[in-house]
C-alpha cells in the first residue's frame, strides 16, 4: 500500500510521497484560477469547481475564496451555498448532502497529526473522513473536525468547534459543540428567535 493510498484509507501517510505533492499542486493552480476570475461568468465557475470536487449536484455555489487540499475527496450534493472563504483540508473524505448553507469563515479538517512530539516529528499525518447530512446550515468561523459526522437538518451556531458527532435535528453551538435543542414543528414560524414571518410562502 502506498501513501496515496494509506491517505484514502485514513491510515498514517506521508504527504510529500508517491505522487502526493504533485497532485496537490495541480489542485493548488485550479483554485487560484478559481480564486480569481472575473465576476460575472457563472458558467465558467461553474465548469471549473465541478472540475476542482470529486463530485456535486447540478447546482452549487462556492464564493471566492474558496480552498481545499485535493478537490477529488470532496462529495457534495444539490443545492449547496458556501460563503467566503470556507476552507476544507480533504486529505480524508468529506461528504456534504444536499440543501446545506455553510456561512463566512468555515473550516472543515479531516487532517490531523499525532500528539507525541517524536511521532509528530516522523512526518506522518492523517486525515479522517468527515459527513455531514442533508439540510444542514453551519454558522460563521465554525471549525469541524477530523472523523465527525453532522446529521439532517441541524443548525451548528456561529464560532463552534464540532469535535463530536451531532445528531439529526438539532440545534448545537459552543467550544466544545454541544447540542442546545431539538429543532421542532415550534419552530417553522420564526424567522429569527421570536420575530414570526410577516408572508405566507415559507412553509
Not at 493552480?29 to 465576476?39: A, C, D, L, S, V
Not at 452549487?60 to 487540499?69: L, M
Not at 463552534?160 to 440545534?171: E, G, L, Q, R, Y
Request: some cysteine; aromatic content about 10%.
Amino acid at each position: 500500500m502506498d501513501h496515496k493510498e494509506r491517505m484514502l484509507a485514513n491510515l498514517p501517510y506521508k504527504a510529500w510521497l508517491d505522487g502526493l505533492s504533485e497532485e496537490r499542486m495541480e489542485n493548488k493552480k485550479k483554485i487560484f484560477r478559481y480564486n480569481h476570475m472575473e465576476p460575472g461568468n457563472p458558467e465558467e465557475k461553474d465548469k471549473l469547481i465541478k472540475e476542482i470536487l470529486g463530485k456535486t449536484g447540478d447546482y452549487i455555489n462556492i464564493e471566492a475564496p474558496f480552498y481545499c487540499d485535493y478537490g477529488y475527496n470532496i462529495e457534495i450534493g444539490e443545492n449547496f451555498f458556501a460563503n467566503y472563504n470556507f476552507t476544507v483540508l480533504d486529505v480524508g473524505k468529506v461528504r456534504i448532502g444536499k440543501n446545506v448553507q455553510i456561512a463566512p469563515n468555515v473550516s472543515i479538517y479531516t487532517a490531523g497529526h499525532p500528539l507525541h512530539p517524536d511521532s509528530r516529528n516522523s512526518g506522518y499525518e492523517y486525515g479522517i473522513d468527515i459527513t455531514i447530512g442533508d439540510n444542514v446550515w453551519i454558522g460563521g468561523n465554525t471549525c469541524i473536525m477530523p472523523g465527525v459526522t453532522i446529521g439532517d437538518n441541524v443548525v451548528i451556531g456561529a464560532g463552534s468547534v464540532v469535535t463530536k458527532d451531532i445528531p439529526a435535528n438539532m440545534i448545537a453551538v459552543g467550544n466544545p459543540c454541544r447540542v442546545i435543542r431539538e429543532i421542532t414543528e415550534a419552530d417553522r414560524d420564526y424567522y429569527y428567535k421570536d420575530r414570526k414571518f410577516d408572508v405566507d410562502d415559507y412553509k
